[in-house]
């Protein structure tokens, strides 16, 4: 089968397209003909050796849909999504392949309202964002920032807004604003950090958030200035070194919480679960993402060095050699 595999982590050098045997289920595991796989800043990291606990060689990928071609009875022939989880890419082979194995109970059915592409784009973002939400009680009429347009982001918006939140983006640069918003999404263009408590409360008809998702890193000190009493403060970046000033005094006085967002705490069936719970969210209003681009496997190696050098598309890597 063809795959993309890397045999050292620490940059984009040792990233391949190669040609590697079919894995073999074992007992209570499925083969699974990859039919799409996303493309998401974990595993461009991954290969970039910001995972310790990576080991190599890897195939990396995270996200996927495909059909089920060997293994359990159940589901065989049934059309299936899945990916991200504990050690998923990192100590076990990825989804950036034709096929690839896993648990039976580490997939879930494919809304049969998403194509194979568009599944693909789920995974990380989604699973990221519901856990986010669910921890930090984000529910019917709740006044949620969410700071960041990225593919995590737009999740927690689309989830959150289902979910009936008051929910309002907030992003640095104002095309980005104005593509939202003809997207019928609320947001608005970032001042300076000492000026975003004044423009939540703007948003919110002059009272503060009560959760604020930081999904860029860098907004935390500013959020904890923002939030309103006993609010939650969502986290799933920092800056490269980790370390970020923070003003804890005004924190504990508005009684506030930060709350750490890492999927790879969770195991494959547990984000299968998942999957099965945002799969319900299509029976409502939850949009269909069409805002991604589709290239073959063999172009792989060269959309992991676009995505390095900035590149913002989400993509997503069919393997098949044909285009769904």
């Known amino acids: 089968m063809q795959a993309i595999q890397f045999s050292e982590a620490g940059s984009l050098d040792s990233l391949q397209l190669c040609d590697l045997p079919r894995p073999v289920p074992g007992a209570g595991e499925v083969l699974i003909e990859v039919r799409a796989t996303g493309l998401n800043p974990s595993d461009l990291k991954n290969v970039l050796g910001r995972f310790p606990y990576t080991t190599t060689p890897r195939i990396p990928g995270r996200d996927f849909s495909g059909v089920v071609v060997e293994g ?8 299936v999504w899945g990916g991200t989880g504990t050690g998923f890419s990192f100590n076990r082979d990825g989804c950036h392949a034709q096929y690839v194995v896993l648990p039976a109970t580490a997939v879930a059915p494919k809304p049969e ?9 789920f995974g990380v973002p989604y699973i990221t964002s519901w856990d986010a939400l669910e921890r930090s009680q984000v529910q019917a009429g709740t006044r949620f920032l969410i700071i960041g347009a990225g593919a995590v982001a737009k999740a927690a918006q689309a989830l959150a807004k289902a979910r009936g939140a008051d929910v309002v983006l907030g992003v640095r640069r104002a095309e980005v604003v104005r593509e939202l918003e003809a997207q019928g999404i609320s947001a608005f263009q970032l001042a300076e950090a000492e000026q975003l408590p004044e423009q939540a409360q703007e948003c919110f008809q002059q009272q503060s958030p009560e959760v604020i998702f930081d ?8 959020a904890v200035n923002s939030v309103g009493a006993f609010g939650r403060i969502v986290v799933i970046a920092a800056p490269v070194d980790g370390m970020i000033s923070m003003p804890v005094l005004n924190l504990y006085r508005r009684g506030g919480s930060i709350i750490g ?31 991604f681009t589709e290239l073959p496997l063999s172009e792989a190696v060269a959309a992991y060095h676009k995505v390095n050098e900035g590149g913002s598309e989400k993509i997503v890597l069919i393997p098949q050699g044909k285009m769904i």
Do not use: V
């Open 72 to 79: 359990s009875a159940e589901l065989l022939g049934k059309a």
């Open 113 to 121: 309202s998403l194509t194979f592409a568009q599944a693909a784009t």
């Open 215 to 222: 999904t860029t890193g860098y907004w935390l000190p500013a």
């Open 261 to 291: 967002i890492n999927s790879l705490l969770y195991s494959l069936e547990d984000c299968a679960k998942m999957l099965e719970r945002i799969s319900a969210a299509f029976e409502g209003d939850l949009p269909i993402p069409d805002d």
